[in-house]
């Protein structure tokens, strides 16, 4: 069974801090890996896929690392802004499903 | 294009009562899922369908049924709701299982069972 883990569980700095997101997964036999964000009371938002045969991929200030066979993700969200506080889930897909992590809440002080 | 849509955004069940939540896509897309996220918590498969007519069980599929008649539609019902199914409810659909391809998702149903 696919376990994803997200570290850490919450997350504050400083406007203009460079945030660091890390997921980590044990099963490496995957399709994709995905970063979602979720404001509060709110659905998912997709911000980067990842496939499997890919080592990154970056979309303006985000940047998503995969690392297969270690079982590593990591999202680097460049230059934060108080617009950025949100959760962040990582997801990785094995076949039909989805195994998310339980996400990091970043908070990110004006 | 309205995406994926959820009814209802927030429901109050008494024990025992049933329900239907609801979910729409106008993506024409293949794949639909249900997931429950419980707070604190990812989310957890519930069914997922590959196409009309055609559905399975998730990781948590205990307590609910879905079906699909429609490309379009993928309703979840809760039969004799009980407190442990107190959660968001989030449906999802995508075009097929490549690697290349995301799931977009509905704003969620918020369900509370007393």
Sequence with gaps: KQEVTQIPAALSVPEGENLVLNCSFTDSAIYNLQWFRQDPGKGLTSLLLIQSSQREQTSGRLNASLDKSSGRSTLYIAASQPGDSATYLCAVRNDYKLSFGAGTTVTVRA | ?114
């Design chain 2, 1 to 114: 294009n309205a995406g994926v849509t959820q009814t209802p955004k927030f429901r109050i069940l008494k024990i025992g009562q049933s329900m239907t939540l609801q979910c729409t896509q106008d993506m024409n897309h293949n794949y639909m899922y249900w997931y429950r996220q419980d707070p604190g918590m990812g989310l957890k498969l519930i069914y997922y369908s590959v196409g009309a007519g055609i559905t399975d069980k998730g990781e948590v599929p205990n307590g609910y049924n879905v079906s699909r008649s429609t490309t379009e539609d993928f309703p979840l019902r809760l039969e004799l709701a009980a407190p442990s199914q107190t959660s968001v409810y989030f449906c999802a659909s995508s075009y097929s299982v490549t690697g290349e391809e995301t799931q977009y998702f509905g704003p969620g149903t918020r369900l509370l069972v007393l």
